[in-house]
């Protein structure tokens, strides 16, 4: 008989009439699960549970979950399914693959991982551990009342810190530091915001993440996990998805290699682009996820500063917002909100946004356009700067608490954008100044300033974070609907929140201070309160007073301290203050 045209040069065998290539003698092998090996058989409520697979597959990019797709399905206690994403990690040869979660429920779980490629499904035996108490709070999520933020185990989370970028570009490089940690958390800083160097490089290929840049973020959040410091988590810097907008540091896209299949006008829009973003996703939240120190997904930052907004239009940068929160809110196991950002101008107001994110944030930079002084020499009748600064921080978070139900923050401001440089005490002013009228007007964290550096620190990272950090820490603001006060001072500025006969507050005069002043807080039922005074640039209350409301009024007016046996006693420019039904 004739035989057929062979195919690919490959030898034919012939049994009787059939005639067969060799590659066809060989079937089909599906994947198979050869290992698990776990990091504990008992783990603590919110702790990393890891597991180390190894596996046989057909695959040749392991980053890739349409070539290989490792799952492992967990069952909790409560019968409850919770699908984690497997992640490529060649940490060892006999463990190539990775999986990582915490629990949240205490007792016995059970797990089986399942690994598909393009011939076939391998599954695993089931394995087990004990989910143990601990002493962690859990995962951060927006509370019930939509105005502030929460743990798993229903604890208020408010976010006390700051910008610490890492910079990691080579081994051991990075900028962020045990020690700067340490010292963060010393002062009382509760999170950094930061954005780390892209996964995807030049060097390791578009959908393909370099793993170096990988272990690094391993490590940091691993120490963000040790001194329970919380992690926002900027995914896009504005400078690594544009080309030329702001031009210098602020435009690297011609490093970036989604170049290869977008150009930074169509980044948004780019449906290519688009499925290499999915698998990126997917990786981070596979390999992070499952760290109880991830609070936020940052998703941009700076949109306004790329062409995909400038060039693409809004409207296309706007669907990619909404497509990125949607993908975080649907995949992120744990729930964790998402924001971004314009930048810090007065006209940067981005209501669309604020409406698309589940954080609505606000930038503010007040030296690009906000309203401030712009005498370089103060006479009697000019508006004070640190006033100016304070009010404008009012203002804007009044805006964002008023149009958008949803909590509020300033996502970015400070650095050298401001009417004082960075040492003067102006600009430790200004800074103290931002934290409590930020948390009077109802952010839900304090000012996300830029950032961690020696340029800053001794203005920023002071004892003026941990005395504020004392103040709202035994404050529940998970289980109380708070709504901004009434209040008012004739000769000072003061804002307030009230959740029903709870109410904490701020007076402030920078041109004298605040002794001898009178605020008066209305609509209060009547009777008999405890207030008590806060110096905050001392972080010490003062004694408690009785304070009767009468009329649905309450009067106090603040003391005047005077120098004692030589010694300074002085009330200073602001007090913050807490009242309570005695």
Not at 9 to 35: D, E, F, H, Q, R
Not at 443 to 449: E, Y
Request: hydrophobic share 35%.
């Amino acid at each position: 008989m004739t035989k057929p045209e062979r195919i690919n040069n490959m030898p034919w065998v012939c049994v009787g009439v059939m005639c067969l290539t060799m590659v066809t003698l060989a079937a089909a092998k599906p994947p198979s699960i050869l290992s698990v090996q776990s990091n504990s058989r008992q783990i603590g409520l919110y702790e990393k549970f890891e597991l180390r697979i190894d596996l046989e597959a057909a695959y040749t990019n392991p980053f890739d979950p349409e070539e290989i797709d490792l799952t492992v399905e967990f069952t909790a206690p409560s019968g409850k399914k919770w699908n984690i994403w497997g992640f490529y990690n060649p940490s060892a040869w006999t463990s190539l693959w990775m999986a990582r979660f915490s629990p949240t429920e205490k007792g016995a779980w059970r797990y089986v991982v399942t690994v598909t490629d393009s011939e076939g499904t391998g599954q695993s035996r089931a394995g087990t551990f004990t989910a143990a108490d601990s002493s962690h709070h859990g995962f951060v999520k927006i509370a019930s009342n939509q105005r502030y933020l929460r743990h798993d185990d229903g604890a208020s989370f408010y976010g006390v810190g700051l910008w610490y970028n890492d910079s990691y570009e080579s081994f051991n490089e990075g900028r962020i530091t045990e020690d700067g940690l340490d010292n963060l958390r010393k002062r009382g800083a509760n999170f950094i915001s930061f954005f780390p160097t892209p996964l995807e490089t030049m060097g390791s290929g578009l959908g393909r993440y370099d793993q170096n840049r990988c272990g690094r973020m391993d490590q940091l959040f691993e120490w963000c996990e040790q001194r329970d410091i919380y992690i926002s988590w900027n995914i896009w810097f504005h400078s690594y998805i544009s080309m030329a907008v702001w031009g210098g540091g602020n435009a690297r896209y011609r490093n970036n290699p989604y170049k290869l299949v977008s150009s930074a006008t169509d980044f948004f829009g780019n449906e290519e682009a688009w499925e290499y973003q999915e698998k990126l996703y997917r990786y981070m939240i596979a390999r992070w996820g499952y760290s109880r120190a991830l609070f936020l997904w940052f998703v941009v930052d700076e949109i306004n500063g790329t062409e995909g907004w400038t060039k693409g239009g809004p409207a296309v940068a706007e669907q990619w917002s909404a497509r990125m929160d949607g993908y975080f809110n649907e995949h992120d196991p744990y729930g964790r909100p998402t924001t971004g950002t314009q930048s810090g101008g007065i006209g940067q107001w981005w209501p669309e946004g604020y409406k698309i994110f589940d954080i609505a944030a606000r930038e503010i930079y007040e030296a690009q356009g906000h309203p401030m002084p712009k005498s370089g020499k103060l006479g009697p009748d000019d508006e004070n700067p640190i006033q100016s600064s304070y009010r404008n921080y009012a203002t804007q978070i009044q805006n964002l608490w008023n149009g958008f139900d949803k909590p509020a923050i300033i996502g970015e401001c400070g650095w050298d954008h401001t009417y004082y440089e960075p040492g003067m005490p102006g600009y430790l002013a200004m800074y103290h100044n931002a934290l409590w009228v930020s948390l009077t007007n109802g952010a839900c964290a304090t000012p996300f300033w830029w950032a961690y550096s020696d340029w800053i620190n001794d203005s920023v990272v002071t004892n003026q974070m941990l005395y504020f950090s004392q103040f709202v820490s035994k404050i529940d603001f998970v289980n109380q609907d708070f709504e901004p006060a009434d209040v008012t001072a004739p000769n000072c500025d003061a804002w307030a929140m009230r959740a029903d006969k709870f109410v904490i507050g701020w007076v402030v005069n920078p041109r004298t201070s605040v002794a001898n002043e009178s605020f008066t807080i209305s609509g209060l039922p009547d009777g008999e309160y405890e207030l008590r005074l806060y110096r905050t640039w001392r972080g010490r209350y003062m004694d408690p007073q009785t304070v009767k409301c009468s009329d649905g009024e309450l009067t106090y007016t603040i003391p005047e301290l005077k120098t004692t046996g030589g010694h300074a006693l002085h009330i200073g420019n602001d007090v913050a203050f807490k009242v309570v039904p005695r």
